[in-house]
C-alpha cells in the first residue's frame, strides 16, 4: 500500500520539488499535475505553450502593478536624487557622472501616462494597429505606419508639442495615404532642409515591381503653403533597409539594402553604385564624418562601404571593415565618435564593438529576440540604451557599462502584432518639449515623462 501511496502522490499531489515530469504539467495554484493534452484533436487543449502563454501573461500583470508603485526598486543599489545631489557637493563625483546617474535615476521613476491624438479628420490615426514609429532629429515630427483591417497599410506624420505646462500635445497631420503594399524599411531624409524629406521602402506585389519612395514632409499636410518640393521614385526590387547620408561628399545620396546586394543611389540624379553582399542587408547606417556605409546582414556580417573607393569587384576588397555577431543582425548604430557602433542579432545579443580594432568591447544582457526586426534605440546624451524585445519587454541600460536600468512591461498581452514601438529623446515636441519616452503598441499611444508631476494636455486651454 505504501508503494501505490507514493506512486499516486509522484503524479497528483505536491512532491518535494515539482520535478518536471514527461507528458504532465504542474499547476501550483492547484497544487496537482495536468496531463498535457495533443493540440489537433481537441478544442481546448492543455498545452505547453499555452501555459508558457499564461505564466507569461502573468508575469506581465504583475510587473505592470510593480512598475506603478511609487517606491519603485533603484537602478543600482543606493541610488537616488538625494544622494547623488550629496556627493556632488562633496566633490565626490564628477560631474559627468553626476549627469548620468541623475538620468538612469528620473529614467526608473517614469510613469506610463495615454497620449490621445488630436485630429481634424474623423478618420483618426489610432483606430488601427501601430506597426511603426520614426522620429525625425529634432523629435518634432514622427513618421507612422499603421495596419488597416482590409490589408495594406496608412502613413502619415504626427506633431508632437511641449506645453508650457508641462504636457505634451500630439496631432496628426491631415493627409493620410493608403498603400496595398507591405512597407519594409523607413528613415527621414534631408533634402532641402533638415528632415525635409521621408524614404520608403515598398515590397512589390504581382505585376508591380519594389520601389523606394522619395516623399516631401509637407505633403502630409494641407495647411503648409509651401510647393510640396521633390517627389520621386526609385523601382528597386524588394529592399529590407534603407539608409540617408549627410555627408557632404555624398550630398543627397541614399542607401537601400537588398537581397545580396547593396545599392547606393544619387536622388537627383537617379546614379546607382551596386554592391554585391553575398548576404540579405537588414540594417543599414551612414556614418556622419566621412561618406561610409555601415551594414548588417542575415549571415551575422557587419561591413562598412567607403562610397570615395570605386572598386566594388566579387572579391569583396572594397568592404573597409568587417567583423561578425552570431546571427543575424537587425540593427547597427554608430556612436558619435564613430569609433564605436552597436549591433543587435536574432538571438538576442546586442554588442558594442571597436571599430578601429574589429572587437567586441561590451554585452547589454537581458534582450529577447528569436526571429523579429527589432531596432535598437540609442540616447547618447543621457548614456542610454533602449531596445524592445520580442517579448514585448522595453529594456533600458546604461550605455557606459551595460547595467540594466529598468525593464517596462508592455500595457497590452504580448503577441506578434503588439510589439511596442518607441521613441526616447530628452526633447519630444522639440526645442521646448520635454524628456521622456514615448510607446506606440496596438492602436494605443503612450507617453513616459521624466517629470513626475506631468500633466495630461487637456486642449488649448491647457496651453496656458
Known amino acids: 500500500m505504501g508503494q501505490i501511496k507514493n506512486y499516486v502522490e509522484k503524479f497528483w499531489c505536491i512532491p518535494s ?40 501573461e502573468k508575469k506581465r500583470a504583475k510587473l505592470l502593478v510593480e512598475d506603478e508603485h511609487p517606491n519603485k526598486k533603484a537602478p543600482r543599489t543606493g541610488l537616488n536624487t538625494a544622494l547623488l545631489l550629496q556627493r556632488r557637493h562633496l566633490g565626490m563625483l564628477p560631474s559627468s557622472s553626476y549627469c548620468r546617474l541623475v538620468h538612469e535615476v528620473k529614467v526608473s521613476e517614469m510613469k506610463r501616462h495615454k497620449l490621445e491624438v488630436q485630429s481634424s479628420d474623423s478618420n483618426s490615426p489610432n483606430t488601427d494597429n501601430f506597426r511603426l514609429i520614426v522620429a525625425d532629429s529634432a523629435c518634432e515630427q514622427v513618421f507612422t505606419v499603421n495596419d488597416v483591417s482590409h490589408g495594406g497599410c496608412k502613413y502619415g506624420i504626427m506633431n508632437f508639442r511641449g506645453c508650457r505646462k508641462g504636457s505634451l500635445s500630439v496631432e496628426m497631420c491631415d493627409n493620410l495615404y493608403f498603400t496595398n503594399r507591405k512597407m519594409t524599411s523607413v528613415c527621414w531624409a534631408s533634402v532641402t532642409h533638415s528632415d525635409s524629406h521621408v524614404l520608403l521602402c515598398l515590397v512589390g506585389i504581382s505585376q508591380t515591381p519594389g520601389c523606394v519612395s522619395l516623399l516631401p514632409a509637407s505633403l502630409f499636410s494641407n495647411s503648409n503653403p509651401d ?20 555627408n557632404p561628399q555624398a ?9 545580396r546586394h547593396v545599392i547606393v543611389t544619387d536622388a537627383v540624379t537617379g546614379r546607382r553604385q551596386t554592391y554585391s553582399t553575398g548576404s540579405d542587408v537588414l540594417t543599414q547606417q551612414f556614418a556622419l564624418r566621412a561618406p561610409v556605409l555601415f551594414n548588417g546582414c542575415r549571415s551575422g556580417e557587419i ?20 567583423f561578425y555577431q552570431d546571427s543575424a543582425v537587425t540593427s547597427v548604430r554608430l556612436l558619435q565618435d564613430e569609433n564605436y557602433l552597436l549591433a543587435a542579432d536574432m538571438l538576442g545579443k546586442i554588442k558594442l564593438w571597436d571599430v578601429r580594432v574589429k572587437r567586441s568591447v561590451k554585452q547589454y544582457e537581458g534582450h529577447h529576440n528569436e526571429y523579429a526586426y527589432l531596432p535598437l534605440h540609442l540616447s547618447e546624451q543621457e548614456g542610454l ?12 541600460w546604461s550605455l557606459r557599462d551595460g547595467h540594466l536600468i529598468r525593464t517596462i512591461p508592455s500595457p497590452h498581452p504580448a503577441g506578434k502584432d503588439s510589439i511596442p514601438n518607441v521613441v526616447f529623446s530628452s526633447q519630444l515636441g522639440g526645442r521646448r518639449g520635454l524628456p521622456g519616452l514615448l510607446m506606440a503598441v496596438q492602436r ?5 515623462p521624466y517629470n513626475n508631476d506631468y500633466q495630461d494636455w487637456t486642449g488649448p486651454k491647457g496651453q496656458g
Open 17 to 56: 520539488k515539482h520535478s518536471e515530469l514527461p507528458g504532465f504539467y504542474f499547476d501550483p495554484e492547484k497544487n496537482r499535475y495536468f496531463r498535457l493534452l495533443p493540440g489537433h484533436n481537441n478544442c481546448n487543449p492543455l498545452t505547453r505553450e499555452m501555459l508558457e502563454t499564461k505564466e507569461q
Open 227 to 246: 510647393q510640396p518640393g521633390m517627389l520621386c521614385s526609385f523601382k528597386i526590387s524588394t529592399a529590407w533597409s534603407c539608409a540617408w547620408c549627410l
Open 251 to 259: 550630398d543627397k545620396t541614399f542607401s537601400t539594402g537588398l537581397s
Open 303 to 322: 561591413f562598412s562601404i567607403d562610397l570615395r573607393q570605386r572598386g566594388r569587384g566579387r572579391d569583396h576588397s572594397w568592404k573597409t571593415c568587417r
Open 385 to 396: 540604451l533602449l531596445a524592445v524585445g520580442q517579448d514585448c519587454y522595453t529594456r533600458l
Open 444 to 448: 494605443d499611444l503612450y507617453y513616459y
